[in-house]
């Protein structure tokens, strides 16, 4: 677990307009914030490693959508009506999480390799019994 948040924190680092920072007084998991001209993601320090994780990839993918969106002139159009602006939040979160989705499987592929594989249900191989006694 902490492998995968190592791997997380170097990706972020990498970049010149993210600062990642662990924090010990807020009252959330995390969360993204641009200020001076850069991206800042606040993890909360005392929750689990596993949290960390979410809530950095979360964070990252939502860096990611805010800076698709800036290079795309801007911020999205006013939307015309109320109903087509949900439509384009809905848009903007599912394009985040699938991003995350991504970037959690890349990273957990490079730290193993290869994708995991998992024996096929109902195959039987002698080599799984247990040694006997003897």
């Given at each position: 677990?902490?492998?995968l948040?190592?791997?997380?924190?170097?990706?972020?680092?990498?970049?010149?307009?993210?600062?990642?920072?662990?924090v010990?007084?807020?009252?959330?998991?995390?969360?993204?914030?641009?200020?001076?001209?850069?991206?800042?993601?606040?993890?909360?320090?005392?929750?689990?490693?596993?949290?960390?994780?979410?809530?950095?990839?979360?964070?990252?993918?939502?860096?990611?959508?805010?800076?698709?969106?800036s290079?795309?002139?801007?911020?999205?159009?006013?939307?015309?009506?109320?109903?087509?602006?949900?439509?384009?939040?809905?848009?903007?979160?599912?394009?985040?999480?699938?991003?995350?989705?991504?970037?959690?499987?890349?990273?957990?592929?490079?730290?193993?390799?290869?994708?995991?594989?998992?024996?096929?249900?109902?195959?039987?191989?002698?080599?799984?019994?247990?040694?006997?006694?003897?």
């Amino acid at each position: 677990m902490a492998e995968l948040l190592t791997k997380l924190v170097a990706l972020a680092e990498k970049r010149d307009d993210l600062v990642v920072t662990e924090v010990d007084d807020i009252d959330s998991w995390g969360f993204l914030l641009y200020r001076d001209g850069r991206y800042h993601i606040y993890v909360n320090r005392s929750v689990r490693n596993f949290r960390k994780i979410m809530v950095l990839a979360d964070e990252l993918g939502h860096y990611a959508l805010r800076r698709r969106i800036s290079k795309r002139e801007g911020m999205p159009p006013a939307a015309e009506s109320i109903v087509e602006r949900i439509r384009q939040d809905k848009a903007c979160d599912a394009w985040a999480a699938k991003f995350t989705r991504r970037l959690l499987f890349m990273i957990r592929r490079g730290l193993h390799g290869d994708v995991s594989r998992r024996p096929r249900q109902g195959v039987y191989d002698p080599s799984w019994r247990l040694p006997q006694k003897g």
